[in-house]
């Protein structure tokens, strides 16, 4: 894939869109939002009734005088529109008036989308927690009945569907709507002060950061063969970790946070990235995941993010984000998401003796935080829209996986400006099929070749 003879320029003009998304709410006319409904109550739909989910709406009907109440539930499995609905009934019991989803409003299917969102009035909030393929299909639905939406993180997996993205996100904010991407980590109020230390110059210049993601198989990112009995699109998109079309696979869907947070307390998005990967003991599992990623991350002023990601049983276990400074260094994430507990140090060991600074503990759920924060931007009219960054993090972290997967260094626009499209007719996919990728006649899906596949993932 041959670089741009303008890369400097088409990077400029689309961190350029990307900030004119988010602008231009600070300007728009108030059109909607909650406080101008008749009713008291901002009513939630949630589309995709996966754990993720579940979770997202918890954690909505958990805001603090947020007046929040479940209304409508949409999934292409019954059995997820079951387990979620049975799930928030238990942890709502003693409030049940939260959930509110008779049936009547729990709808099954490829347009069961709508059905929920139409369910709902102008100002109300829509989950989308579908996998990325369906995220632009369903914005726009959100953004046509007047909804505001949280979505699940990451927003896309190649160059058309970001710029996709990008012009919805402006559409949204000339409605007023407000938009919020579940890159939770930017809420949590310690990696929040971390970052406000880290460019008040309490660790120096960032020269490096390293972020590490290693454990066993998780969700669906490990597949053995489709059961004969079920429609090919529909074991995809319930396997949908183990699919570069329906997730990114599991670099996009799980290393997403940690190459966001990085790049958060750099304050910049990488430039280009090499990477190394590869796929080891596969027995009978036919994914399209490496088991091993390595990526060098470069920024314009020629630092570094390492970021190594491992899905494997039986080896060492690591999650954790780590900054270095020409003064000092810093943690972002210790063990996972949360806490956080960060720490500022005067060398780079990161012992005991070098503690500079600590957050307390304990402290605030950041899945519970970025839902405060968003549902506060709704009640108060607040201009507020996360989709822009959201698809500069996405862009980003897609970028470390094809270039892993091709075998080339591969510039940021070189990734925006891909033509390659997981699946472009996503919008118009049935459980009939056909499905964005097919498997051969052993049952299994093409995977990344790198050096043999250079301009796009796999064949």
């Known amino acids: 894939m041959s670089e741009p003879i303008d890369s400097k320029e088409n990077r400029r003009n689309f961190i350029k869109v990307a900030g004119t998304a988010s602008a231009l709410a600070a300007f728009a006319v108030p059109t909607v939002h909650a406080e101008e409904k008749d009713i008291d109550t901002i009513q939630v739909a949630l589309i995709g009734c996966g754990g993720r989910g579940t979770g997202a709406a918890a954690d909505c009907l958990r805001v603090p005088n947020g007046r929040t109440k479940l209304v409508a539930l949409a999934d292409v499995f019954q059995h997820r529109l079951d387990g979620s609905r049975d799930t928030l009934d238990r942890i709502f019991e003693s409030n049940k008036e939260k959930v509110d989803v008779p049936q009547e409003r729990q709808f099954v299917g490829f347009e069961a989308y709508k059905n929920a969102m139409d369910a709902l009035n102008p100002g109300d909030v829509v989950i989308l927690a579908t996998p990325l393929a369906f995220r632009w299909v ?11 939406v949280f979505m699940e993180k990451p927003v896309i997996a190649d160059g058309p569907s970001a710029k996709r993205m990008l012009e919805l996100a402006a559409k949204a904010d000339t409605k007023n709507l407000k938009s919020a991407v ?16 880290i460019q008040d110059g309490e660790i120096g210049d960032i020269v490096m950061m390293r972020a590490y993601r290693m454990h066993g198989p998780v969700a669906s990112a490990f597949s053995t063969r489709k059961p004969e009995d079920k429609p090919e699109v529909l074991f995809q998109i319930e396997r949908f970790h183990s699919f570069l079309w ?20 750099k304050n910049s998005w990488p430039v280009k990235a090499q ?44 999650m954790s984000s780590v900054v270095h ?9 210790t063990s996972g998401h949360t806490p956080g ?6 060398g780079q060991n990161q012992n005991r003796r070098e503690v500079t600074w600590a957050w307390p503990q304990p402290e605030e759920n950041p899945y519970q935080l970025e839902w405060n ?11 507020y829209n996360e989709v822009p960054r959201g698809v500069e993090a996405s862009l980003v972290t897609s970028m470390g996986r094809m270039a892993a997967h091709t075998g080339q260094e ?21 459980d009939n099929g056909p499905a964005p990728v097919m498997p051969d006649e052993n049952g299994r899906y093409p995977v990344p070749m790198p050096g043999k596949n250079r301009d796009r993932e796999y064949g």
């Open 138 to 148: 369903h914005y726009t639905y959100a953004i046509d009945k007047g909804l505001n």
């Open 341 to 346: 507990k960060v720490r500022t140090f005067s």
């Open 182 to 197: 579940g890159l939770m980590v930017r809420h949590c109020r310690g990696r929040q002060e971390l970052h406000k230390r």
């Open 410 to 430: 591969i510039t940021y626009e070189q990734m925006l400006n891909c033509e390659h499209e997981f699946a472009p007719n996503v919008d118009k996919l049935t």
């Open 325 to 333: 400074g020409s003064k000092g260094s810093a943690i972002v994430s």
């Open 246 to 265: 329906a997730s990114g696979g599991c670099f996009s869907d799980f290393y997403i946070h940690q190459i966001d947070e990085t790049s958060w307390m």
């Open 275 to 318: 990477a190394l990967g590869g796929r080891h003991y596969r027995e009978d599992f036919i994914d399209q995941n490496f088991d091993t990623y390595a990526v060098e991350y470069t920024y314009d002023d020629g630092s570094k993010l390492f970021f190594d990601g491992r899905t494997m049983t039986g080896c060492r276990n690591d």
């Open 373 to 383: 924060d968003f549902i506060d931007a709704i009640v108060n009219d607040k201009p």
